[in-house]
């Protein structure tokens, strides 16, 4: 069974001058182990499928089932526990500014009840993994949009999920740094073995490390298909 699948899903919001439909009827779904694009202008509703991939918002209709399990059906308490189950790096990363890398690092295992001293020890290994021991004391101001990035990564392998939401993650970041953070999302995506959904309106950033991409245009998913297959010069 799929990682992630999303059938008919619909979200519409009510405003002052109508109803805004983001999401119309969108279905796609994601296995164990991809690397999985979602792409689209600004506009396109990439964020609202975010929030409601990350459980964040309901949908209005449709259902997002993960593993097999309907989370349309769970209350919300069920659905928090699923949330620990999905890790997510940001286009600002959401680091604590006010504490150092290796603090926010520790901060996810600490919110489970993971003993100071050992978050500590498995966060430093963490750092390790993503290429940063050295700058554990270092506060995110101290850090550069790269460093910051490999801090939030770090973060996100100590919650230990099973999938890896990217919203934007390098749309702040110059095109070098873009190319070694997505690096180190292709490591951890083969080491771990987790799922990566990588939204983003950059063409480059699908092209260089997804296996499949979808196509989001005005709410509508457009065009689905191997990066092979929608890339692919005529
Ligand atoms: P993207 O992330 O691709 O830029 P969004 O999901 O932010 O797209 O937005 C898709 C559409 O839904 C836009 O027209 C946006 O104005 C609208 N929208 C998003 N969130 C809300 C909201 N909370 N209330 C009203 N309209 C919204
Ligand atoms: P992004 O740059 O990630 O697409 P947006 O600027 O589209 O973010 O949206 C930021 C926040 O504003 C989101 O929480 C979204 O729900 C909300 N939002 C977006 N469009 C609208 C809108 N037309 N009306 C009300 N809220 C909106």
Do not use: W
């Not at 929030?51 to 989370?71: A, V």
């Not at 910051?148 to 990564?153: F, G, L, S």
């Amino acid at each position: 069974e799929p990682m992630i699948q999303v059938e008919n899903l619909c979200k519409s919001f009510s405003t002052k001058s109508g109803t805004v439909e983001a999401a119309r009827n969108i279905s796609f779904s994601i296995e164990k182990g991809e690397i999985f694009g979602i792409i689209g202008l600004s506009g396109a509703g990439k964020s609202t499928l975010v929030r409601c991939l990350n459980l964040l918002e309901r949908p209005t209709s449709g259902t997002i089932r993960i593993k097999g399990k309907n989370l349309m059906e769970l209350p919300e308490r069920k659905l928090r526990k699923e949330r620990q189950n999905i890790g997510m790096i940001f286009q600002h990363f959401n680091l604590l500014m006010q504490r150092t890398a290796l603090d926010n690092v520790c901060f996810p295992m600490e919110i489970v009840g993971i003993s100071k001293k050992e978050a500590r020890k498995k966060a430093l290994e963490y750092l390790k993994i993503v290429g940063l021991e050295e700058k554990a004391l270092s506060y995110p101001s101290q850090l550069s949009g790269g460093q910051k990035q490999r801090v939030a990564i770090a973060r996100v392998l100590a919650s230990d999920p099973e999938i890896l939401l990217c919203d934007e993650a390098t749309s702040a970041l110059d095109p070098q740094t873009t190319k070694s953070i997505l690096e180190l999302i292709r490591k951890i995506n083969k080491e771990y073995g987790i799922t990566v959904v990588v939204i983003t309106h950059e063409m480059s950033v699908v092209q260089e490390i997804c296996n499949r991409v979808a196509v989001l245009e005005r709410g509508v998913l457009v065009e689905s298909g191997t990066v092979e297959e929608l890339f692919r010069s005529p």
